[in-house]
Structures are given as structure tokens and as C-alpha cells.
């Protein structure tokens, strides 16, 4: 049996609408790839629909194990020497892989490549591409601030995993950024400024969208405070870095949460807005002077009167911790 | 592709390590062994380079017993995993014959053996322990606590894990429990009574081990009503559940009163002993009325007075 070049894992739950897609598009990513669907106990035809695929490899997890848990199901049953993740309404640009891949063998110290995703919203309408900056080498203290990696762009060896330990799958969501955060700490990064992925935006108005953004936002706060201060970097540089890091990362958060309340209130969600709000003030007490201040300052929100247009930079919505590129 | 990969988490202890993994290495004919070096400040890397036919995974962040066990997982190309502690030892074609047994049996989950109890130096103690279970459907018995396994003495399936999950790294004392009995959920068991594996008793005299059993059986208290989640257990009416719940703390208590009882008191190691005995009234206030335990301690006071 041949060892293929490259994985890519797509965990899948009750959503086979577009898994046909995403699983086309994988294949087409690169020349030498498997392609992994993890079928996280779906209750719907979604294992018949993989069963009239040829080619992949079908794993069936038969109890629900979260995303995190099923794509560490997608590594175990991995042989590619170089891995990648993809959602399952997310498609991958044709040979993007080939090219991340290429960019990999180019630097041997690098361990993982990132690179640019295109938001795409429900009528299909695509948005330009993000991150802006794709910074590349040591990259760990501005991830620490804000997930800004689009999941489904990275590319990574399979020395990252016995490196830096499997996903934690008790944090689904905001598994991938803890990830990234580990494979940080310990080796530097490539970031192509290319884009390589469409990927779907959730669905703007859906209220349980919204109240998701909550619960991942309380969840980062907690992992954040519980396990990225004592990595053994954070925990070893000076208390004026630490204390960057945490006002940059809750001013991130902050911004998020501040956005979802007022957009709640345009709205008359007020059950919502209530909630945003509370973690907000949980946060940071003192949040709403420094917001006020700098989105005055930004004009933001007379963009948003003018032209009913999100800031600047809170185009992307996000399905997990996306970050606002710094404004 | 080998037949049986042997994985053994490893950290800050690598005076026993060369034996473990010879033992491993003679237990079967087409063995992997995968040492996962779970971050190791000390020789542990040096020591492994020397050891033949093994292959070496650093952990660079500590990741725990369990964590470090799913990286053996994610590493390991065979079809059936063994997990070894880096103290402990399989014996001699004990693999082979485990894996024959999963080979003969395609739909049993794992296979759990007889262990041989040995002190510190390995000599056996003459005292061997056998699964307390036919075979077959082990899930409520696992569920109940009725039915240890031992990791040393199991092997498993790798495409079961993949149905069932990976090992839970959120309760990394007893993450063996939880995966067996989650393994069982949907597949059957096998077991056979000749012993696979020796291990070695912790010292008797370190309090260490046996607080660190009455935590453990404490956790596995708690982790139990996640246990009950799983859809087998979830269709029991509540009443069955209770049952199963009282039948369980009951055994829990029993364990720490009896170890309390026959091992800490007569040591006079009264830290310990107020610990499980603290344990067990966290877990059922009532435990010390109950007859068993009464007419138990009782005698064994008695006993002691006499020899006194």
C-alpha cells in the first residue's frame, strides 16, 4: 500500500448537503492526497452518500465525539506526512495543496503553512479575502491575541501532532486555535498570502449563530485564563508581554461582543443583547469608555448609519474564534 | 505492516524503561513498539536511543498519561494496540496469543488477560489476577466496577477506538476505565485466563499509591454519571440507574474501608487512612453505619488486639 503524500480530514455531522462538494474539492487539491471524511455519528444518509464515493476513506465514529474529537479520529486514521483540515461545507482552491505543500519542502524548519481563506455568505456572494496579513515565521504572540488562521488553510507535518501533543477535544471550536497556539510555542510558520479556500460563512441572522458566538467567546476567555498562561512561553516572559497579550486578546473579544450587542438591539433581540452584554461587562468591566472612544474614532459607526455596512474589519463573522485584523 | 504496536508512555523514569520494551519485544513476532516520551526532563531521550527495534516520539508539552497514549495511537500502524507502562512488563508470547484470540473473534472489541502481581524487583508474588468475566457483552459489569481491566493485560482493537473515540484526556487517572467500558458499550469481550502481563505492586510502604487510589475511585464515582450518557445506559429507566449507581458507590466504599482497614491502619499510616476513609464518606455519608463494614472492622480490631 502506497503512503499518500497528503490527508485531508473532513469531520462531518447531519450535513450531507454539501459534503459532495467539499470532498470533490479536496481531491482536487492536490495530486497525492486521501482524503478522510469522519462521519461523527450522523443519524441521517450522510454514511450512504459516502458509500457511493469512491475513493475516500470512510471512518464512523458511532458515538458523537465533537468536531475535535472527530478530527482526531481523521488523524489516527491518517498516512499522509503532511495533513489538513477541512469543514465540510468548505472547498478547497484546485492544487492549493500541491502549492502549500511545495512552499513546505521549501523551508524544512517550518512546520505549518497557513494561508488566505475567501468568505463566502449563504446566497453564495464572496467577500475579499482575510487574513490581510499573512505573517510568517514566529507568529505566536499576535495568534495568542485572536485566531486569525482560517481553519481549513493549514497545512502541517505530521510531526506536529507527536510534537505538540492531538487536539483537546474538550474545547470543540476553538480546538484548532489551541493547536495552532502549540505548534507556535515550538517551531516558526509560513503564511502565503494566496487565497486557498472558500469558506462558508454561518448564516448571518440565525439566532443560534449568534448565541454560539457567546458560548465559543466564554469559552476562549476560560482557556485563555486556565491554560495559554501557563504555556511554558507565556509563563517565562515578562509581566508587560503577558499583560499585552491578554488586553490585546479581551479587546478582540470585546470588540466581537460589543458588535453583537448592538446589532441585537437594531434588531429588538433584546434576550440576545442581554446576553452579549453580560459577558461583555463579565470581561471587562471598563470596556464600554475604551469602545465608545474607539469607534468614534474609527467612524465606524457612522459608516454603518450611512451605508448599513459592518466595520471596518468585522466583515468576518465567525464560525470559530475569528479574529479582527488589528484596526 | 506490523501485527501488534506495544505503546508505552514514558516520563522522568527511565531506569525500567530497556525492560519494558525488551519484554515487549519478545511478547509477539511482529511487534512495534512505540516509546512516547511525554516530555522527559531527564536521560529518558539518551536511554531510548540506545534501545534497539523501538521507535521513539517526543512529546515536547507534557500531555499526561492519556494524551501521551493517544499519540502512540495516532503514531501506531498496526491493527491491535497494546498500552505497556514503562514499569510494568508483558511476558513472553503473550501478544501472539492475544492477537490470535482478536483474529479468531472479528467482532470482540479487546481481549483481556490474567496478570501476574510481582513486587519491585519483578519476582512474582504468587499471586495472580484473573478477569472476572466470561467474555461476551462486559459493558454493565465495566459500568459497575465489577470487572476491572488493566491496561497491561488488554489488547485492542484499533478500528474499535476509532468508533468509539480516542482516550479522555479530562480524567487521565482512569482513562483506561472509561475507554473499555465505551469499547464495551458496542462490542463484545474477550477474555482468557492465562496470564499476559507482570506488574508491579507499588510499594507498600509509599502513602503515595494509595491516596492516589482513593482519588482515583473517587473520580471514577463522578465520571460515571458521563458514563451514563452513553445510549445504552441513557435507555435505563432511572431506577435501574439508581441501582446500578448504589451498587457501584457500595463496591467504591467497600475498597476503601477494606484498604483502610487491612493496609493503612495496621501500618499505622493514618493519613492515608483518614483519606479513604474521608473519601468514602464523601461519596455515601451513611457507609460507616452499614453492617458489612461494622462487623468487618470489628473483627479485624479484634484480630488485632489478640495479636497485640
Redesign the interface.
Known amino acids: 500500500?502506497k503512503t499518500p503524500r497528503a490527508s485531508i480530514i473532513i469531520p462531518t455531522h447531519d450535513r450531507p448537503d454539501r459534503l459532495r462538494r467539499a470532498i470533490a474539492s479536496a481531491f482536487a487539491a492536490s495530486k497525492d492526497v486521501e482524503v478522510i471524511v469522519v462521519d461523527d455519528a450522523s443519524a441521517d444518509e450522510t454514511a450512504q452518500l459516502c458509500a457511493s464515493i469512491a475513493g475516500i476513506k470512510y471512518?464512523?465514529?458511532?458515538?458523537n465525539?465533537g468536531v475535535a474529537?472527530a478530527r482526531?479520529?481523521g488523524?489516527?486514521?491518517s498516512r499522509g506526512e503532511f495533513i489538513s483540515f477541512l469543514d465540510d461545507d468548505d472547498l478547497r482552491l484546485p492544487n492549493s495543496l500541491d502549492d502549500q505543500i511545495e512552499a513546505l519542502s521549501r523551508s524544512p524548519a517550518a512546520m505549518l503553512c497557513y494561508a488566505q481563506a475567501i468568505p463566502e455568505d449563504q446566497t453564495g456572494k464572496q467577500g475579499p479575502p482575510f487574513p490581510d496579513a499573512c505573517r510568517q515565521g514566529d507568529i505566536f504572540w499576535d495568534l495568542l491575541k485572536g485566531n486569525f488562521i482560517p481553519c481549513g488553510s493549514v497545512v502541517f507535518r505530521r510531526r506536529c501532532?507527536?510534537?505538540?501533543?492531538?487536539l483537546?477535544?474538550?474545547i470543540s471550536r476553538i480546538d484548532d486555535w489551541d493547536f495552532w497556539l502549540?505548534v507556535t510555542?515550538?517551531f516558526p510558520v509560513i503564511g502565503l498570502k494566496t487565497p486557498v479556500l472558500v469558506w462558508r460563512a454561518p448564516a448571518r441572522n440565525s439566532r443560534q449563530g449568534s448565541s454560539e458566538t457567546v458560548e465559543v467567546i466564554e469559552l476562549a476567555i476560560k482557556h485563555f485564563r486556565r491554560n495559554c498562561r501557563r504555556?511554558?512561553r507565556v509563563a517565562r516572559a515578562s509581566r508587560r508581554q503577558r499583560q499585552q497579550s491578554w488586553r490585546a486578546f479581551s479587546m478582540n473579544l470585546a470588540d466581537h461582543l460589543a458588535w453583537e450587542t448592538f446589532r441585537s438591539l437594531c434588531a429588538a433581540d433584546f434576550s440576545r443583547a442581554w446576553v452579549c452584554a453580560r459577558t461583555l461587562f463579565k470581561l471587562h468591566p471598563g470596556v464600554l469608555v475604551h469602545l465608545t472612544w474607539r469607534w468614534t474614532r474609527a467612524s465606524t459607526i457612522k459608516t454603518f448609519i450611512a451605508g448599513q455596512h459592518e466595520p471596518e474589519g468585522m466583515k468576518i463573522r465567525f464560525k470559530e474564534i475569528r479574529s479582527i485584523p488589528d484596526t | 505492516m506490523p501485527r501488534v504496536s506495544v505503546i508505552i508512555p514514558t516520563h522522568n523514569r527511565p531506569a525500567r524503561l530497556p525492560q519494558a520494551a525488551a519484554s515487549a519485544g519478545a511478547a509477539g513476532h511482529d511487534v512495534e513498539i512505540i516509546v512516547v516520551d511525554d516530555a522527559s526532563t531527564d536521560e529518558t531521550a539518551e536511554v531510548c536511543q540506545t534501545l534497539a527495534g523501538i521507535r521513539y516520539v517526543r512529546i515536547e508539552r507534557n500531555q499526561g498519561v492519556a494524551g501521551a497514549r493517544n499519540v502512540g495511537i495516532f503514531e501506531s500502524t498496526a491493527p491491535y494496540i497494546a498500552f505497556l507502562d514503562d514499569d510494568d512488563l508483558r511476558l513472553p508470547g503473550s501478544l501472539d496469543l492475544q492477537a490470535d484470540a482478536l483474529d479468531q473473534n472479528s467482532d470482540a472489541g479487546f481481549v483481556c488477560g490474567a496478570m501476574i502481581m510481582a513486587d519491585q524487583n519483578h519476582q512474582p508474588t504468587g499471586e495472580i489476577i484473573r478477569p472476572r468475566h466470561a467474555g461476551g457483552d462486559a459493558f454493565w459489569e465495566l459500568l459497575e466496577l465489577d470487572f476491572p481491566v488493566m491496561p497491561l493485560s488488554a489488547l485492542i482493537r484499533k478500528e474499535c477506538l476509532l468508533r468509539v473515540g480516542l482516550l479522555n484526556r479530562q480524567v487521565t487517572t482512569i482513562d483506561d476505565w472509561d475507554i473499555f467500558t465505551r469499547i464495551a458499550e458496542i462490542h463484545p469481550v474477550l477474555t482468557m485466563q492465562e496470564p499476559v502481563g507482570s506488574y508491579r505492586r507499588p510499594t507498600p510502604d509509599s502513602a503515595q499509591g494509595s491516596s492516589a487510589r482513593a482519588s482515583q475511585l473517587r473520580l471514577a464515582a463522578r465520571h460515571q454519571r458521563r458514563l451514563f450518557l452513553l445510549p445504552r445506559a441513557a435507555a435505563l429507566t432511572w431506577k435501574q440507574r439508581g441501582a446500578i449507581r448504589r451498587r457501584t458507590i457500595d463496591r467504591v466504599c467497600e475498597t476503601l474501608a477494606w484498604s483502610t482497614v487491612n493496609e493503612h491502619l495496621p501500618a499505622r499510616r493514618l493519613r492515608a487512612a483518614l483519606e479513604n476513609i474521608g473519601a468514602a464518606l464523601a461519596l455515601d455519608p451513611a457507609f460507616a453505619l452499614r453492617a458489612g463494614f461494622r462487623h468487618k472492622t470489628a473483627q479485624k480490631l479484634r484480630r488485632e488486639f489478640r495479636s497485640a
Open positions: 500500500m471512518v464512523r465514529a458511532e458515538r465525539q474529537g482526531n479520529l488523524l489516527v486514521a501532532i507527536s510534537s505538540a501533543g492531538l483537546d477535544d474538550s502549540r510555542e515550538l504555556m511554558p
